[in-house]
């Protein structure tokens, strides 16, 4: 745990400290931060304990007498506490009225990835005349911020997802000018061959449909009920993946074909949209970097939002513009998200998420992803092809 990264966090967003708690291994986020998953059977957490660090000085360790051990492995000084009112008693040494508190808190539930602390816990606290902040942006620093090692694992997870999108399409075109029937099932089968060959992880099969199908943003093919891929078919396809390997950074996209020339006009009508949204949403993010002001992930997907609503279009969507990227494929960062949720975190530095906005109406389904890094020099970079135009199958 470095406590001076910390630390020097809590003095730049004018923090008083940052808290964490847990009672028989409820807090999750506490749970893996302070590695008390690692920790033997004989030191689980039955009383609740508090392990707070302060923006300058000592960390505090408050256990029960009953569990002294059970931060050993964590810098600071240790209090001991018997009952509800001894507890109370020590916390009172620490915690006084108008201290702006970080903890894993969000008001609302607004963001429910950071949200672990329980709702009797954060009424005690705020017993104390505390201010409790929410900790989303702390955390990125330590789980959503990527090194150039990572950002490596996630441009070769690229290169192979395209060259299984690209032996994917080859295989729709040769068996139909083979004129062999083929359909969804066909296809899910034929692309998961494909990712066995390859060196890559994906904790879900691909996500794709057919015309009508690809109106689900969550369609997943079965062997009854596929529909068939011929002439005219219009296809969605998201396929995400990571290396094999300690650390690595999942690759998530998604693309929308058709097979043959003959494009729908409603369909690339649509597709234009959705596209225009994608755009405005990336250059949105990079003006407010260039001017140093933040980038919050619920204003980016108002914008995307309000570019549907003036095309009369938003009673169309689905879901939120994006999502963080990280070793899973949806991460503990920011999420470009008002619409599911509230979430008002920053992106930022060294973060990576998915930029794409869809619309599902009741024939046509589009939904044009990209993933966009932030480097440490607030540019965007986005790494693999970029789809402008529908893909001609």
Same mark, same amino acid.
């Not at 005690?124 to 702390?138: H, I, R």
């Not at 070769?156 to 690209?166: C, F, K, M, S």
């Not at 097979?259 to 729908?264: L, Q, R, S």
């Given at each position: 745990m470095d406590i001076n990264k910390i630390q020097h966090l809590l003095l730049e967003y004018g923090l008083d400290g940052w808290l964490f708690t847990d009672f028989h291994g409820h807090d999750f986020i506490t749970r893996e931060f302070l590695h008390l998953a690692e920790r033997k059977a004989d030191?689980?957490?039955?009383?609740? #304990?508090?392990?707070?660090?302060?923006?300058? $000085?000592?960390?505090?360790?408050?256990?029960?007498?009953?569990?002294?051990?059970?931060?050993?492995?964590?810098? $600071?000084?240790?209090?001991?506490?018997? +009952?509800?009112? +001894?507890?109370?008693?020590?916390?009172?040494?620490?915690?006084?009225? $108008?201290m702006r508190v970080a903890c894993q808190y969000s008001p609302g539930g607004n963001v429910p990835v950071i949200s672990s602390m329980d709702a009797g816990l954060v009424e005690?606290?705020?017993?104390? /005349?505390?201010?409790?902040?929410?900790?989303?942006?702390?955390m990125q620093h330590f789980g959503a911020v990527l090194t150039e090692q990572q950002i490596e694992t996630h441009k070769?997870?690229?290169?192979?997802?395209?060259?299984?999108?690209?032996r994917t399409f080859s295989w729709i075109r040769n068996n139909l000018n083979q004129g062999n029937f083929i359909d969804e099932w066909m296809l899910l089968q034929e692309m998961e061959r494909l990712i066995s060959l390859e060196p890559i992880f994906m904790a879900s099969p691909p996500f794709f449909g057919i015309d009508e199908h690809a109106c689900d943003p969550g369609y997943e093919p079965k062997e009854q009920g596929s529909k068939q891929i011929k002439e005219g078919s219009r296809l969605i396809i998201d396929i995400a993946g990571r290396l094999p390997e300690d650390d690595a950074i999942y %690759?998530?996209?998604?693309?929308? #074909?058709?097979?043959?020339?003959?494009?729908?006009?409603?369909?690339q009508r649509i597709f234009d949209i959705v596209n225009y949204a994608r755009a405005q949403a990336v250059t949105y993010i990079q003006n407010h970097l260039n001017e140093d002001i933040p980038v919050h992930g619920c204003d980016v997907d108002a914008l995307t939002q309000s570019?549907?609503?003036?095309?009369?279009?938003?009673?169309?969507? #689905?879901?939120?513009? +994006?999502?963080?990227? /990280?070793?899973?494929?949806?991460?503990?960062?920011?999420?470009?998200?008002?619409?599911? !949720?509230?979430?008002?975190?920053?992106?930022?530095? $060294?973060?990576?998420?998915?930029?794409?906005?869809?619309?599902? !109406?009741?024939? %046509? +389904?589009v939904r044009l992803e990209f993933d966009v890094h932030i480097t440490f020099d607030k540019k965007v970079q986005i790494y693999g092809p970029v789809q402008n135009k529908i893909l001609v199958i």
């Open positions: 030191r689980a957490c039955t009383r609740r #304990m508090f392990y707070y660090i302060p923006a300058s $000085g000592e960390p505090v360790k408050i256990l029960s007498a009953i569990e002294p051990l059970l931060l050993d492995h964590l810098p $600071g000084r240790k209090l001991l506490y018997q +009952g509800i009112k +001894g507890q109370t008693q020590v916390l009172s040494q620490y915690f006084t009225p $108008g005690y606290l705020k017993s104390f /005349g505390l201010k409790l902040e929410p900790s989303g942006d702390l070769q997870a690229g290169v192979i997802i395209h060259r299984i999108l690209d %690759y998530d996209i998604s693309w929308c #074909m058709n097979v043959g020339p003959h494009i729908d006009p409603e369909y570019i549907f609503r003036e095309k009369q279009l938003d009673q169309y969507i #689905m879901h939120r513009t +994006g999502h963080n990227i /990280g070793h899973t494929c949806h991460g503990i960062g920011a999420n470009l998200d008002d619409y599911e !949720t509230h979430d008002d975190r920053c992106l930022l530095p $060294g973060t990576m998420f998915s930029v794409e906005p869809g619309i599902y !109406t009741q024939q %046509y +389904g």
